[in-house]
């Protein structure tokens, strides 16, 4: 039950587009098409923004998108904004109701 | 809107106890698998336990097998967290999430802090 590998920290200029991997293992990223991806600004709870790899729920600005090659997932954040600054969490399923989260990557809007 | 809204956290001695509890209101709770995810200070996230929607599956991450027991009341749409055993590493903020793979409603989270 090994954690998902992202990079520690991301950073971009505003209007330009950053992009988070997620890479894990064919049991977990590459074997399932359930990749999540949350937003988290300090002192709050996470917040939803990909779903099934490629979906947003209703809210979540088109900025915010999602994919995924082999065991590695990615997140797109285009057009960068200062609201956009917060961790960024990836999660996977990985079979047996067993659900994988990445540490976790720092996201500065410079 | 749903909504989720944890209780039940606090202060506790190494080898103690507490139940989390979440309660649901804005949705057909019975609906939905329901997940524990727990953030330990400074640190990310772990899926801790889940329970399928008749309560009839659980998950539990390895660390806490044995230790911790996750359980629903459909009747009363709330879905709870009996922590027994627990150890400083236990300490977290603790969410309940609606959902397994995707967690689309979270609450506020409820602080554990695991102190002698």
């Known amino acids: 039950q090994s954690a998902l590998t992202q990079p520690p920290s991301a950073s971009g200029s505003p209007g330009q587009s950053v992009t988070i991997s997620c890479t894990g293992t064919s049991s977990d990223v590459g074997g399932y098409n359930y990749v999540s991806w949350y937003q988290q600004h300090p002192g709050k709870a996470p917040k939803l923004i990909i779903y099934e790899v490629t979906k947003r729920p209703s809210g979540v600005p088109d900025r915010f998108s999602g994919s995924k090659s082999g065991n590695t997932a990615s997140l797109t954040v285009s057009g960068l904004q200062a609201e956009d600054e917060a961790d960024y969490y990836c999660?996977?399923?990985?079979?047996?109701?067993?659900?994988?989260f990445g540490g976790g990557t720092k996201l500065t809007v410079l | 809107e749903g909504q989720l809204v944890e209780s039940g956290g606090g202060l506790v001695q190494p080898g103690g106890s507490l139940r989390l509890s979440c309660a649901a209101s804005?949705?057909?709770?019975?609906?939905?698998?329901m997940s524990w995810v727990r953030q330990a200070p400074g640190k990310g996230l772990e899926c801790v336990a889940n329970?399928?929607?008749?309560?009839?599956?659980?998950f539990y991450v390895d660390s806490v097998k044995g230790r911790f027991a996750i359980s629903r009341d459909n009747a009363h749409n709330s879905v709870y967290l009996q922590m027994n055993s627990l150890r400083t590493e236990d300490t977290a903020v603790y969410y309940c999430?609606?959902?397994?793979?995707?967690?689309?409603?979270w609450g506020q989270g409820s602080l554990v802090t695991v102190s002698s």
């Open positions: 999660s996977s399923y990985a079979g047996n109701s067993n659900v994988l």
């Open positions: 804005g949705f057909t709770f019975s609906d939905y698998y």
């Open positions: 999430g609606r959902g397994r793979s995707a967690l689309d409603y």
């Open positions: 329970i399928k929607e008749d309560g009839s599956e659980k």
